[in-house]
């Protein structure tokens, strides 16, 4: 079983910044691509941003320039760096895992999601 344990997140204001990280526990699972997804209620899960295996990275256009996603998908560590925070980054974040169970099988993890709030 793997299981993605969350830290960071919390209130700052806007002009702030926060990090946020996770670690992939469990044996047996290759991880190709990390990542960060976003959900306020009611509205779709949204990507954030993702690391690959590879280092390449991509990111929401929303949050271009102001977040930095890095970790090292081996070890399965991904962080999130969040500067300039505006409110409307204001979300539940989750941790998100896709790789290989066994070499084999393909599969995907979340984290439990952290609250981010920025106030005006």
């Known amino acids: 079983q793997v299981q993605l344990v969350q830290s960071g997140g919390g209130v700052v204001q806007a002009g702030g910044s926060l990090r946020l990280s996770c670690a992939a526990s469990?044996?047996?699972?290759?991880?190709?691509?990390m990542g960060w997804y976003r959900r306020a209620p009611a509205k779709q899960r949204e990507l954030v941003a993702s690391?690959?295996?590879?280092?390449?990275?991509n990111y929401a256009d929303s949050v271009k320039g102001r977040f930095t996603i890095s970790g090292d998908n081996a070890n399965g560590t991904v962080y999130l760096q969040m500067n300039n925070l505006k409110p409307e980054d204001t979300d539940v974040y989750y941790c998100?895992?896709?790789?290989?169970?066994?070499?084999?099988?393909?599969?995907?993890?979340w984290g439990r999601g952290t609250q981010v709030t920025v106030s005006s």
């Open positions: 690391i690959t295996s590879g280092g390449s990275t």
């Open positions: 469990g044996s047996a699972f290759t991880i190709n691509t």
């Open positions: 998100h895992a896709e790789g290989l169970l066994f070499g084999i099988s393909p599969l995907d993890y």
